[in-house]
């Protein structure tokens, strides 16, 4: 069963311009959204949350929007930098159970 | 640096055998959660303990044990290892019993890969 899904594997965007990952999910109880970032050979880092009770949350380039009757998430980029060529994992958490995982995306920013 | 220390950095082994992984979390942090990740996959929660003891059990397969000793430290004990068993094994800490929120978010290690020939 998956809860968390980010259905596109990889995105390729240029330097400069926006990137939007989405992500989509099931379960309408989870309580929080998390946007996790990995880069080879390092573990995920937390990038940004969103309670389930807002729409918006911004932290400087990035700006996650929830929306919760298509529940579907998506993450804001701008503007994209190489820096911020990693996988992208979204992740979805009820309570104190679980976080569960999407599959995640890697974006990769062209010059 | 993000404070969890995972070893080893990578491990190659043949079915059947029995491996352990290591990890220490951040200093303060009384969770330790384990997460795999294969191939295309997305991370997939295994197991959590708080304060040495077993707090949530996800998708871990009975060769698989896992325990949290009084220096707060935790081991991943796969057995009987199979070649689909081959992925990245990542540790994670957390201060409180809950997975992480947006306040208490997971500090994830740089993870053991796993290969099984």
């Known amino acids: ?111 | 640096d993000s404070g969890v220390t995972q070893t080893p950095k990578h491990l190659i082994t043949a079915t059947g055998q029995r491996v352990t992984l290591r990890c220490s979390p951040r200093s303060g942090d009384l969770s330790v959660y384990w997460y795999q990740q294969s191939l295309d996959q997305g991370l997939q929660f295994l197991i959590q303990y708080y304060n040495g003891e077993e707090r949530a059990k996800g998708n871990i397969l009975e060769r698989f044990s896992a325990q949290q000793f009084p220096d707060l430290h935790s081991e991943l004990n796969l057995s009987s290892l199979e070649l689909g068993d081959s992925a990245l094994y990542f540790c994670a800490s957390s201060v409180g019993t809950g997975s992480g929120s947006y306040n208490s978010p997971l500090h994830f290690g740089n993870g053991t890969r796993l290969t099984v020939t």
């Open chain 1, 1 to 111: 069963d998956q809860q968390v899904k980010q259905n596109s594997p990889s995105l390729s965007v240029q330097e400069g311009r926006i990137s939007i990952l989405n992500c989509d999910y099931t379960n309408s109880m989870f309580d929080y959204f998390l946007w996790y970032k990995k880069y080879p050979a390092e573990g995920p880092t937390f990038l940004i949350s969103i309670s389930s009770i807002k729409d918006k949350n911004e932290d400087g380039r990035f700006t996650v929007f929830l929306n919760k009757s298509a529940k579907h998430l998506s993450l804001h980029i701008v503007p994209s930098q190489p820096g911020d060529s990693a996988v992208y994992f979204c992740a979805g958490i009820q309570g104190a159970q679980k976080l569960v995982f999407g599959q995640g995306t890697r974006l990769t920013i062209n010059p």
